[in-house]
């Protein structure tokens, strides 16, 4: 682990249990232990007069409170590796109604998944008659799925049952967002007729998004229109960014 991504995860751990991010010399002690150094060298390199070590057992207390395990300043690293390579955290989970998800818990053996809602009859019989066009290309391979079948349950009724436009995941990296979401898609994607994930991380710009989703919906409307069909209008003018 480097520098940057040790500051990174202690950073949203720290704003995780006090919606601040890490302050200047908060920062400056972590790059400090990280580089082996003592409260009086980082006290020097930083050029402040007030107590690093009182600033540092306070940074390590919260550190400590937000992994659930005692961080200090010999551990800093190991801790932070550990958070790294754990996809799921002893963290207590949290479920915001409007729609903001922080999905975490206890790492366990993944069971086997079965959809927790499967299809009826009626069901089945409406999704048959449709042509459902899915570009998942650029979505990641499901790796091991914990057990989170109520928060599955919940956000297939959001978006299912309650149509829910707009579902954010949010929280600190390495808790499961993109597994969690991967899941969903795979539970739920028969459900519609024009399923796309896009990855955002891809340095795509606002055109080039644009330009991917109107090849997706124009590409399918002449999968499912005949040759003499009236030619359909611009499809841009119905997507608004």
């Excluded at 898609?185 to 109107?214: A, G, M, P, R």
């Amino acid at each position: 682990m480097n520098l940057k991504e040790a500051l990174k995860l202690a950073d949203e751990i720290v704003f995780s249990k006090t919606g601040q991010h890490l302050d200047d010399l908060q920062e400056a002690v972590l790059r400090g232990t990280i580089q082996r150094e003592t409260y009086k060298q980082i006290a020097k390199d930083f050029d402040c007069s007030e107590s690093v070590r009182n600033a540092g057992a306070e940074l390590w207390r919260i550190l400590s409170e937000g992994l659930g395990e005692d961080v200090s300043k010999s551990n800093f690293r190991s801790a932070m590796e550990r958070l790294q390579n754990s996809n799921v955290l002893n963290f207590a989970q949290e479920v915001v109604v409007s729609g903001s998800f922080n999905v975490c818990g206890e790492s366990r053996h993944p069971p086997d998944i079965p959809n927790s809602h499967p299809p009826n009859e009626e069901t089945s019989n409406s999704i048959k008659t449709k042509t459902s066009h899915q570009d998942l290309s650029e979505m990641p391979e499901l790796s091991a799925f914990y057990d989170r079948i109520p928060e599955l349950d919940t956000l297939t009724t959001w978006i299912v049952q309650q149509r829910c436009r707009l579902i954010a995941l949010t929280g600190i990296s390495g808790i499961g967002k993109t597994t969690l979401a991967v899941q969903l898609v795979q539970q739920i994607k028969d459900e519609f007729e024009y399923v796309i994930w896009c990855n955002l991380d891809e340095s795509h710009t606002l055109d080039e998004f644009q330009h991917k989703l109107i090849q997706f919906f124009s590409e399918s409307e002449k999968q499912d229109s005949p040759a003499t069909k009236q030619k359909p209008l611009p499809i841009y003018k119905n997507i608004a960014i």
